[in-house]
């Protein structure tokens, strides 16, 4: 089935048990992103929520893809492997070349059916244009200022719509906005990103760029536009495709994009080129910590049009896990068919833990035939598309449970020597990671744990506790908390007799779990520069970096809520029925925030 906007997904959720609605009033700023949290860090993943009164007539709907049974819901499938075995047909079908003529004629029907999933342009006006604002003011959508040290309010579900205007290809991506007036936003795309590639061909027509944004509609949509999708190919195919229904498209009315006519919102307008860029952000990121502010194209609003009825969809990140964890589990399932085909056939299996926040840790199972074979594979990935911002790669045997991470410690423990199973490169980083020293450019490391030729390694001398603060999380992997990383290593006793991997943190991390000393641990450190090799032993520096460290650039604080607003909902909670209280998770991390600006 398909869904005729939100409305039919939101009485699917609820239907399933699946929504709480929230009648009283909650403000956009910091409450619902208050709320939200505590439930989307549910082991469950927590309840979707409906605020429907939020200060505007548009009800907000945010955790709506925050656990694996909504994921399904939303894109109609049981199971994710059902979803990667329809998307792999798809690829096969538009890659295939048929050899002679009655291949050729298989192809027909196959051909014929494909041709009723793809995109159509309808005439008039659609139900996306129900009801057309051409005097737009942004002021009237419940948009959410997520976080204390943000920017401003941002719109952090945006299916953005752009054309190439050398070729026609539509693409469509997501790219957070920030609100900067009632007609105008940032828009914040990457360097890397096809709207970024689209506006610098509009730049060097000179000419302004049109753009519509989409909010709501079938949430499948909102999936295609953050899939893996290969490089100049319509990810309205990838979502008709999906809802095994063609998207039906209807022209905007002050551009001539095109955009699904069940939206429930579609903000329409344009970017100047010639104009100068905004200053946009900070935002509190799905890294767990401040993405800090910088210059963006400006995106100025001509129309605003909507359905009667229309749901406001919105989504909050910072740190993990939360809904965009799910999301991310479906991509990294649909890019391993790709990448077993034709980058590195004797992979097995890919994962990417939450607590690597996408880019920052890939676990992966290989058939390994001969010795290197492990480099090799994590070479194929730092250069295979948004893998290439892969900042750790540890590679285990092909029959290793790599989301069971005691298995794969195991398999690090008993098969690293760490002086000749590292390998160190340098590449792109995502612009979002702020360990490195130059921003978007930095270090890279591969740890090959598969055993073939490789004699155990055994139990090793332990590290002395005399003296230390220490964790260990198994014989060769534990943290340190210190402050001071110079001072750890002329403390510690015997540092070259012990064989492991030695993670320094700050004191004040101490009472936090294994998960989130793992996710603090992988976003503060660059491999290249902060991992020291010690005789048989690792240490890798995860503490925070300033001047002292010669690093130059503004480090981010982490993201957690304020005192006031956790109090207000603590207070509240009750009255707005939603259940067994839940505590806020940013009191775990207080000790660690210092809470005085985005940057330190």
Not at 7 to 19: P, V, Y
Not at 275 to 298: I, M, N, Q
Not at 491 to 518: C, F, H, P, R
Request: hydrophobic share 40%.
């Amino acid at each position: 089935m398909s869904y005729n906007g939100l409305s039919d997904f939101i009485a699917k959720l609820k239907e399933e048990g699946q929504l709480i609605e929230i009648d009283e009033f909650v403000d956009p700023k910091l409450e619902i992103t208050e709320i939200t949290d505590r439930f989307s860090k549910e082991a469950d993943g927590g309840k979707a929520l409906l605020f429907n009164n939020n200060g505007t007539e548009f009800p907000l709907l945010i955790n709506a893809f925050g656990n694996n049974r909504r994921m399904n819901l939303a894109l109609n499938i049981e199971s994710s492997d059902e979803f990667v075995d329809r998307i792999e047909a798809l690829f096969k079908m538009l890659n295939q070349q048929p050899d002679n003529l009655l291949q050729k004629i298989k192809m027909v029907p196959k051909l014929a059916g494909l041709a009723k999933m793809l995109p159509k342009k309808l005439k008039g006006k659609g139900a996306c244009q129900e009801v057309i604002n051409t005097s737009p003011d942004l002021n009237k959508l419940p948009i959410l200022t997520c976080w204390p040290f943000d920017g401003g309010p941002f719109i952090t579900y945006p299916i953005v719509n752009t054309v190439d205007p050398d070729t026609g290809m539509r693409n469509i991506g997501m790219y957070r906005l920030q609100q900067m007036s009632e007609n105008t936003t940032g828009m914040h795309w990457h360097r890397h990103k096809v709207g970024a590639r689209h506006y610098n061909a509009y730049k060097d027509r000179g000419e302004k760029m049109p753009i519509s944004v989409v909010l709501g509609g079938d949430p499948v949509y909102t999936y295609a536009a953050t899939a893996p999708a290969p490089d100049q190919f319509d990810e309205y195919i990838i979502a008709g495709f999906i809802r095994n229904k063609s998207v039906e498209l209807v022209k905007c009315i002050t551009n001539d994009l095109y955009v699904p006519n069940d939206a429930d919102i579609v903000i329409e307008g344009y970017v100047d080129p010639s104009e100068e860029l905004v200053w946009e952000g900070p935002f509190g990121d799905h890294t767990g910590f401040y993405s800090l502010a910088d210059y963006y194209p400006k995106f100025h609003v001509t129309c605003i049009t909507h359905r009667k009825g229309a749901i406001y969809p919105a989504t909050i990140v910072g740190v993990p896990p939360m809904e965009d964890a799910f999301l991310g589990e479906i991509s990294e399932k649909l890019f391993l068919k790709p990448l077993q085909i034709g980058i590195a056939p004797e992979v097995k299996d890919m994962h990417m833990p939450v607590a690597g926040v996408v880019h920052n840790l890939v676990v992966v199972s290989a058939d390994i035939t001969y010795p290197g074979q492990a480099f090799k594979i994590a070479s194929s990935l730092w250069g295979a598309g948004q893998m290439m911002f892969t900042k750790y790669i540890v590679v285990v045997d092909k029959d290793i449970d790599i989301r069971d991470y005691k298995s794969v410690i195991q398999q690090i423990d008993q098969n690293v020597n760490w002086n000749t199973d590292l390998l160190f490169s340098k590449g792109p980083l995502d612009i979002l990671d702020h360990a490195s020293t130059v921003q978007s450019v930095g270090g890279k490391l591969c740890i090959d744990a598969t055993s073939l030729g490789k004699e155990k390694t055994g139990k090793n001398m332990p590290l002395s506790r005399d003296g230390l603060n220490m964790r260990l999380i198994s014989d060769g992997v534990c943290f340190i908390f210190s402050n001071d990383f110079n001072e750890f290593k002329e403390s510690a006793d015997k540092l070259d007799q012990y064989s492991g991997l030695i993670v320094v943190v700050e004191k004040e991390l101490e009472g936090l779990n294994n998960y989130t000393l793992a996710w603090y641990a992988l976003g503060n450190s660059d491999p290249v520069r902060d991992i020291e090799v010690k005789g048989s032993c690792v240490l890798v520096n995860a503490l925070r970096k300033n001047d002292s460290d010669d690093f130059k650039r503004p480090w981010p604080d982490l993201v957690v809520m304020n005192d006031e607003i956790i109090n207000k909902i603590d207070q509240k909670w009750s009255s707005l029925d939603l259940g067994t209280f839940i505590e806020s998770p940013s009191k775990v991390l207080k000790k660690v925030a210092k809470e005085k600006g985005a940057e330190l």
